[in-house]
């Protein structure tokens, strides 16, 4: 069983710039979330997918934006990069199976996204 | 809004000893989920233990124990006889149950274990 595999890396971008970055899901599993972790700090939630369609959403500005695929892979999109986006960011999948139930949600190893 | 404190920021043990890390948790929510999650220097978030609201039951794995209070809103984690691999930075979660509103994890701001030969 394969896990969640994120892509890529590292990532150096300046201000201004746009990033995207990719994640696949773990074998069986239909949605996907992404965190933004800064360092020092705890994952803060930017949005979920599930089914294509956005399926929740953090405190983050509509410059933070993402795409789910038919095979469940991910995008996260940021626009306009800032200073303050130079974080880790981690893609989780889980199978998310009932209107009113939470599964576990497994990680993959992060983008370490800086902006210079 | 859902709020989870990890007061503790660092905790450096030496090897073999036993160490609690504190979790304390707001919700206002009757059905919820609380986690724990190991992130090794590598970043990678491994899971470690899932909790519904209605299993207040201890939990024991190996040198891993859970101990839920839902009337103090804690749900603590020790590690019994410490080892240098469990050097880490260790994070507590929640998860509200949300109608077709995706289920985000909100997560303390971790503590740093370093544990020493």
């Known amino acids: 069983e394969t896990g969640v595999t994120q892509s890529p890396t590292h990532l150096i971008k300046t201000r201004g710039q746009q990033v995207t970055l990719r994640c696949s899901s773990q074998?069986?599993?239909?949605?996907v979330s992404w965190y933004q972790q800064a360092l020092g700090q705890g994952p803060q939630f930017i949005f979920q997918?599930?089914?294509?369609?956005?399926?929740g959403r953090g405190n983050f500005p509509p410059r933070f934006s993402g795409l789910q695929f038919p095979n469940y892979s991910s995008e996260l999109n940021v626009n306009a990069l800032e200073l303050d986006d130079s974080a880790l960011y981690l893609c989780?999948?889980?199978?998310?199976?009932?209107?009113?139930?939470?599964?576990?949600?497994?990680f993959g190893p992060g983008t370490r996204l800086t902006v210079l | 809004a859902q709020k989870v404190t990890q007061a503790q920021t660092e905790i450096s043990v030496v090897e073999k000893e036993d160490v609690t890390l504190d979790c304390v948790y707001e919700?206002?929510?009757?059905?919820?989920?609380l986690f724990w999650y190991k992130q090794p220097p590598s970043g990678e978030l491994v899971f470690l233990i899932r909790?519904?609201?209605?299993?207040?039951q201890n939990e024991i794995s190996g040198r891993y124990s859970w101990n839920f209070q839902k009337s103090t809103s804690s749900f603590n984690f020790t590690i019994t006889a410490s080892q240098v691999v469990d050097s880490a930075v260790y994070f507590c979660?929640?998860?509200?149950?949300?109608?077709?509103?995706?289920?985000?994890?909100?997560f303390g701001g971790g503590t740093r274990l370093m544990v020493k030969p």
């Open positions: 989780a999948s889980s199978p998310y199976r009932l209107a009113q139930s939470t599964d576990t949600q497994y």
């Open positions: 074998s069986g599993h239909n949605t």
């Open positions: 997918y599930y089914r294509e369609e956005e399926n």
């Open positions: 919700t206002r929510d009757t059905t919820y989920y």
């Open positions: 909790r519904n609201s209605f299993d207040e």
């Open positions: 979660a929640l998860s509200e149950i949300r109608n077709n509103a995706g289920n985000m994890l909100t």
